[in-house]
């Protein structure tokens, strides 16, 4: 007996409805196998796949690159352009990988043939006619050694014998001490054993080379000192209280700049005040773009919620960048600022449509136009426009670009699966347009929020050796060396050297004037060197 499942109806209409109900079924189960690949492949991008923010570079044709490429251009073929570049000549000889700057210290071997080798077998001796140089660099360990200060007392002896006599003819007479000690320098630890130096050098291990204390304990056991790690944490929690004025100059600073960039990242704080567990805290980054410098403030707080923006930002009343995080926007809303999106996080969109696509389809044609952006940007920073002038290049060259692919949006729009990658990374475009071309009209506001997403980066790596914060207090006084350290880099300075040229020069500062000084967009490369020298010779 046949099959009920496989009898089909006689009426052909009752045939064709079953067919329409099952194409639609087809339909919507094709849908969802296509959302399902893309989430998958988003997944595994993001355990497995490369992690930086690579350029994705596109050489396609576009008369072949889309379905309905004619509809759109009218039949109108694609402008070409010719593409022109320059790039170092090759050379024949090898090259080192290794530059060996001219201000290294030289210290040279001569290698010579011994006497016997000298003696040419005619009899006679060898001249030398030239010598063949070779350069090789030696790193040796760092130099430990103790200071011991020694303070010198001082007695005058006439007026000490007055007093003594004093003394002796009236009982109750206190006799004055006449003994005068040489003061020793101003510390920035009164009290402590450790040298401004080692500090540089402890707080640089930890926080630039994101070293955690009980390797560096076990580092200076080779040196045959023995630092404890919770003798280390005491240091660095109490350097950051007393540089506590130096950090509120540096506020100011950022609180005067025009646009500041904004990002967060997740921190683990094993205790934290009034809680009784673990619990994931956040590390916030402040990017401003100050005239005189730049200014790279982290703050730590216990949550991403918007109040910590306007603990931060108290007063402000500049133009923010970042991404459309809903605190960003609630904080810009509330306080009526101007709230500027990163074009690069609507260009990842495309980027993982691209990719999942097999480096084919649609999205190909926004990363050529995000290329071309990108490459008028980089045109602005070398020719280092003024901001009226990065202004109208970019309403000259990049408006167009924008205003294409906006009229490329709103027709694809209605086209893609809104669930698709394509259609997610279109849908976020559409919805932020607004604020993604705000940069267009003001030559102080970058594209991207790439600037304070770089100068996270180096507390997200430390992390990943250290892994967590034991006490809150702990990553409050991390937030500020992170802030010194990524400040002064961002300026053009030696972490190292200007910790420790800030850490003996501070405790000297009577006013806010001599402080500011000391900030990092007031120091310059040639101060450390001169600060390096000053220290060499004294050692």
Not at 144 to 157: E, G, P, Q, S
Not at 224 to 244: E, G
Request: hydrophobic letters at 35%; proline letters at 5%.
């Amino acid at each position: 007996m046949e099959n009920a499942a496989t009898q089909l109806p006689d009426d052909p209409f009752e045939l064709k409805e079953i067919v329409f109900t099952q194409r639609s079924k087809i339909d919507e189960q094709a849908k969802r196998i296509s959302k399902l690949e893309a989430d998958i492949y988003v997944y595994r991008r993001e355990l497995f796949g490369r992690k930086t923010e690579k350029r994705v570079l596109i050489n396609f044709n576009q008369e072949n690159l889309f379905n309905e490429a004619e509809a759109y251009s009218n039949n109108t073929p694609p402008e070409k352009e010719k593409i022109t570049y320059e790039r170092s000549k090759k050379r024949g000889k090898k090259v080192s990988v290794l530059g060996f700057p001219p201000e290294l210290p030289r210290k040279e071997v001569i290698h010579e043939l011994n006497p016997e080798e000298r003696n040419c077998s005619c009899g006679n001796c060898r001249r030398i006619i030239s010598q063949r140089t070779h350069e090789e660099l030696v790193i040796t360990e760092p130099k430990v050694y103790i200071l011991v200060h020694k303070y010198n007392k001082y007695i005058c002896d006439p007026c000490e014998h007055i007093e003594k006599e004093k003394e002796k003819q009236d009982p109750s007479y206190v006799a004055k001490s006449t003994i005068i000690t040489a003061p020793g320098p101003k510390r920035l630890l009164p009290g402590s054993r450790v040298n401004e130096a080692t500090l540089a050098t402890i707080l640089i291990g930890k926080f630039c080379d994101g070293l955690p204390f009980y390797r560096l304990e076990k580092i200076f056991t080779r040196y045959n000192v023995k630092i404890l790690r919770a003798l280390m944490c005491n240091w660095a929690i109490r350097v950051y209280k007393n540089l506590n004025p130096f950090f509120d100059l540096l506020k100011r600073k950022l609180l005067e700049c025009p646009v500041i960039g904004i990002d967060e990242t997740r921190l683990r704080v094993l205790e934290v005040a009034g809680e009784k567990q673990e619990k994931l805290c956040f590390m916030w980054v402040f990017y401003g773009y100050h005239r005189d410098g730049p200014v790279v403030w982290y703050h730590y707080a216990p949550s991403r919620s918007s109040s910590v923006l306007e603990e931060v930002l108290k007063d402000y009343k500049g133009i923010i960048v970042s991404d459309d995080f809903e605190g960003y926007t609630k904080f810009a809303k509330k306080f009526g600022l101007i709230h500027c999106l990163c074009n690069t996080h609507a260009r990842r969109g495309f980027v993982k449509a691209y990719e999942m696509a097999d480096k084919t389809g649609e999205a190909a044609q926004y990363i050529d136009w995000y290329g071309k952006l990108y490459k008028i940007e980089d045109d602005i920073r070398k020719a280092g426009l003024t901001t009226e002038k990065i202004r109208d290049h970019r309403q000259e060259h990049s408006k167009p670009i924008m205003d294409e692919m906006k009229a490329r949006l709103d027709v694809q729009s209605l086209m893609i699966l809104p669930e698709s990658l394509l259609g997610k990374a279109i849908s976020y475009s559409l919805s932020n347009w607004e604020k993604l071309i705000l940069f267009l009209d003001n030559g102080l506001i970058p594209i991207d929020n790439n600037m304070p997403e770089n100068a996270i980066r180096p507390f997200v790596i430390g992390r990943k050796n250290w892994l967590f914060n034991a006490v809150d207090r702990g990553a409050e006084a991390s937030s500020g060396f992170y802030t010194l350290i990524e400040t002064a880099k961002a300026n053009g300075l030696d972490p190292y050297w200007y910790f420790r040229m800030l850490f003996i020069q501070f405790p000297k500062c009577t006013s806010l004037e001599e402080m500011e000084k000391l900030l990092p967009m007031n120091v310059t490369p040639e101060d450390l060197k001169n600060f390096e020298k000053e220290c060499s010779s004294e050692s």
